[in-house]
């Protein structure tokens, strides 16, 4: 029985709808321009935030830093491990599976052939594509050799690259080339797609080229730490474990790292996302709910004013029998009806915003790391259904 009911009222519903077209066209109209909007700012939300990273082990991917309590700002708190702490912290550590040291977004002069090229590339220690849980799709890692002072320099290659400057040859691994102006070997290639940390094209071993200098050095590095918990190690544990290391540190080198007295550890997605980016994020969040609100208003009193030029219609409805409860129902069916109308136009509207805003932000100068991708995914979809909801509610019910 409250089936039929429910189709019946849709089917009224469409017919009213389909009489009031005009009606019903702007009222679409104004809910898909606020369903777009809200359903692409999500996307980037989701995409920056939500989402996180694609690898097997990204839910225990964390950073590790040194950090000096006293400097913390809204925007974020100095802190610095040095290679030589890295060094010292690694083989006695207990809270993590293992550990990588990187420097990424750097410069890296290759020559191929006597063809120079010049590509982003990132030094890694060799546990940094295990950590990940991600292996070459041609060739072997890095070992602990190819990481050490005066190594025999090798290298990985991004997919895009060995299919665009390599002509994709199968006889790739092995491949000589010149590497910041000394002979290198090319041990393999990565899965396409795969640019971590950010948009990187070339992975080096980062001790080979930027062997540990001592702590006082000024041409010393600090590279950025990342680790995978160990299974039932809590960010709590690790913290305390780690701010443990920072205080020993800090005794023990008073020139180099007396500041650096905390342990920091923390989910890697927040390391790249850092609090005024969120802040950011959510704030324009806001604004598109906002922009959504303001069409359910309006939406609303265009009911109202609909509602009015109805009142015989409904005067009859009722004279015949139909209750008020029955009247309020067929009217949120009509709003649900335009709400889900003005959904589809939204979601198609939000596909090509959020293609030309993908395809926008990757011709940038300084593009968003690759593994920030805006789509409409599974919790994208559940949102928009969740704000259309809200917006037949919105501005239907009151009217009704």
Known sequence: ??????????????????????????AVVVLALGISGVTTMFSVVNGVMLRGFSFPNGDRLVSLNFVDPSSATFF???????????????????????????LNGSTVNVTVDGR????????????????LGVSPAMGRDFTAQDNTPGAAKVALIGHGVWQRDFGGAGDIVGKGIRLNGRPATVIGVMPKGFAFPTNEEVWIPLFSEYPPRQRNDPAANNPAVLGILRAGVSLDQA???ATTFARRFAAAYPETNKPFNTGQVQPL????????????????????????????VNVMNMQFARATLRAKELAVRSSLGATRMRLVRQMLT???????????????????????????????ENPPPSWITFDLDPPVLAFTVFATLAAAVLSGLLPA
């Open 1 to 26: 029985m409250t089936f039929e009911n429910l189709s019946r009222d849709v089917k009224i519903g469409l017919r009213v709808l389909f009489k009031e077209k005009t009606f019903c066209a702007l």
């Open 76 to 102: 974020g708190v100095n802190g610095q491990v040095s290679a030589m702490d890295y060094g010292e912290l690694r083989p006695q550590q207990q809270s993590f599976e293992a550990l990588a040291a990187y």
């Open 116 to 131: 120079p090229q010049r590509y982003t590339g990132a030094y890694v220690t060799e546990d940094f594509l295990r950590i």
């Open 239 to 241: 913290n305390a474990e």
């Open 269 to 296: 997605l927040d390391t790249f996302t850092p609090r005024p980016l969120r802040g950011t994020m959510w704030t324009m969040l806001g604004f598109c709910v906002g922009v959504l609100l303001i069409s359910c």
């Open 334 to 364: 009509e709003s649900v009806l335009i709400a889900g109308i003005g959904a589809a136009v939204g979601i198609a509207l939000a596909y090509g915003s959020i293609d030309w805003l993908s395809a926008t932000v990757r011709n940038l």
